[in-house]
């Protein structure tokens, strides 16, 4: 997947339409950098929230076991229990490894992944030959025994790795510190457990777009569309939302930003299976993210988007 933060886009020549919204009034509190937390500000973090169930199936006897592709980029793992592993180093996958539980479900084969979510695929199996979605082909490269040990040698090495990028990111209690240009630094929740060195994620994509000059001809050109949360260690967070909006007079891409501000606080989860972050946005409303396998994702249920971590080097000043 093609990968920059929106500070690089924006330190490209595109025209910008910056919109705020979402402010809304803030409910009444102290000053600016108060040490109590003001009346009517949301200060209880959400309890732990985990992937919603697969629901009812049956398990494929078929299928347990190791399946590799022939370019050995990706590897799935199928253990008689139900339980799942894929290993993905495929070209545009966002998530290289994860558990995951796995069950046939109405002659689909059904995954509900930790991060990437629920997925749904036809099959074939013949042997230890299986095909996916009709044209992904796989090789059973080991039986029941083998996929127990690749399946906890798997699991092991993604603890490490998720325990590493976890130590990158502490949480710990949200510092008295106001953020540039914030509507309501006044607005959250003095000692709360925040990321003590900032949290930036991000979901980018790429688009192509067309345009016809005025001699009938059809240019081509990229563009993109991005959505951004970026977590401050006083316990406040921005979410960015840049929208493509077409081309000015020299046909430069233009964009729609919209900004919207709120607090936040962070229930601290393990670090594979990671954090509740309960969000609560200045204009009232509140939900809840999962910041996941080293706090390398945040996945928002709301709009179903998967977002990746953009500072694999933090600054501790957010």
């Known amino acids: 997947m093609y990968k920059t933060t929106l500070s690089g886009l924006f330190a490209l ?119 996916l979605s009709g044209w992904m082909r796989l090789g059973r490269v080991g039986g029941a025994s083998a996929a127990e040990e690749e399946f906890a040698r798997q699991s092991g090495a993604l603890t490490t790795d998720a325990t590493t990028w976890q130590a990158r990111y502490p949480v710990a209690a949200a510092v008295p510190a106001t953020v540039k240009d914030d509507p309501h630094p006044e607005v959250r929740c003095v000692g709360a457990n925040v990321y003590g060195a900032g949290l930036d994620v991000e979901d980018l994509t790429i688009l192509t777009r067309s345009y016809t000059d005025e001699y009938q001809v059809v240019h081509e050109y990229r563009t993109f569309q991005a959505v951004e949360f970026d977590f401050f260690p006083n316990g406040r967070f921005w979410h960015n939302t840049m929208l493509p909006r077409g081309l000015d007079a020299n046909h430069q891409p233009t964009y729609d930003l919209t900004t919207v501000w709120g607090h936040y606080l962070v229930r601290e989860g393990d670090a594979v299976t990671g954090d509740t972050v309960t969000l609560v946005y200045d204009g009232g409303r509140t939900e809840t993210a999962r910041v996941l396998s080293g706090r390398r994702y945040l996945f928002l249920k709301s709009s179903g988007v998967l977002y990746l971590n953009q500072k694999p080097r933090p600054n501790p000043g957010g």
Not at 46 to 69: E, F, I, Q
Not at 83 to 107: C, H, I, L, Y
Not at 113 to 127: K, T
Request: contains cysteine; proline residues 8%; charged residues 20%.
């Open 13 to 131: 020549s595109f025209a910008l339409s910056v919109t705020a919204c979402g402010g809304g009034a803030a409910p009444s509190g102290g000053p600016s950098g108060s040490d109590v937390n003001p009346d009517g500000v949301t200060c209880e973090a959400a309890p732990p929230t985990s992937p919603p169930p697969l629901g009812t199936g049956a398990l494929d006897t078929s299928l347990v076991g190791v399946w590799r592709n022939v370019t050995d980029n990706l590897e799935l793992v199928f253990l008689a229990d139900g339980r799942a592993f894929s290993v993905n180093t495929m070209s545009g996958s966002k998530v290289g490894a994860e558990p995951g539980r796995w069950q046939v479900r109405d002659g689909r084969l059904t995954f509900a992944w930790l991060v990437s979510g629920e997925e749904r695929d036809s099959y074939d199996v013949s042997g230890d030959d299986l095909t």
